[in-house]
């Protein structure tokens, strides 16, 4: 019940999920995790086509770059061309709402803050899927969840966070707002719903 096609916004390649007798004028912009090193549009068409389908809005998956050929910020700054051609197109900032899962979390939080610092005007809400917010891996569930988690390991989390900040390290990611929007000001987004497991090695980067 949903049709899945290319779109391009900007120069950033997308998919759209249009779900039968749903408006096109509300939109679910969803970034895609992966440690922003892996996957795309493509591998969480699953999961973008049940959340357009449940919402009964059409679904943006942008393609943004990903590390190591392109390091932070070059996803975020995808994510703002996208978000910002919705609005040129004539979607209202109310009718966009943001999810994304893991690095897709994480992606979901700096565009906020990115939209917010540039006075752009913001969506009506946004939710975030087992976000990863701390590059600098600080929380304990990282490694009292390893032997649990059935996705992540903390080796696997910090080769990501390597790649995606060409090497600062891990106490300089910690502290960048940028990467790790745990460090943030995050006064004035919007309405935010944040989801986790229990056993999911960034259950702390969620709390």
Same mark, same amino acid.
Request: proline share 8%.
């Given at each position: ?88 197109? /004539? *979607?209202? +900032?109310?009718?966009?709402? $943001? =999810?994304? #899962? ?6 979901? !939080? ?63 990611? /910690? *502290?960048? +707002?940028?990467?790790?929007? $745990? =460090?943030? #000001? ?6 935010? !719903? ?14």
């Amino acid at each position: 019940g949903v049709k899945i096609k290319p779109v391009t916004y900007g120069d950033v390649f997308c998919e759209e999920h249009q779900p039968r007798n749903a408006p096109t004028n509300r939109v679910l912009l969803y970034f895609h995790g992966g440690g922003y090193c892996v996957g795309s549009p493509i591998s969480h068409r699953h999961i973008i086509s049940r959340l357009a389908k449940e919402a009964g809005m059409r679904a943006v998956a942008p393609d943004y770059r990903k590390a190591p050929e392109h390091c932070c910020p070059a996803p975020i700054d995808d994510a703002v061309t996208v978000y910002s051609e919705l609005l040129k197109e /004539g *979607v209202k +900032a109310g009718n966009i709402y $943001l =999810a994304g #899962d893991s690095a897709g979390g994480n992606l979901v !939080l700096a565009t906020l803050l990115k939209l917010r610092d540039r006075n752009l005007p913001l969506p009506a809400a946004a939710c975030c899927i087992s976000p990863w917010t701390d590059l600098s891996m600080s929380g304990d569930t990282i490694a009292s969840k390893e032997g649990v988690d059935l996705l992540l390991t903390p080796k696997l989390l910090d080769q990501f966070a390597v790649h995606y900040s060409a090497g600062t390290p891990a106490h300089e990611r /910690g *502290v960048s +707002a940028l990467m790790s929007p $745990l =460090a943030a #000001d995050l006064n004035q987004l919007p309405p935010l !719903l944040i989801q986790v497991g229990s056993e999911e090695i960034l259950l702390d980067d969620s709390v």
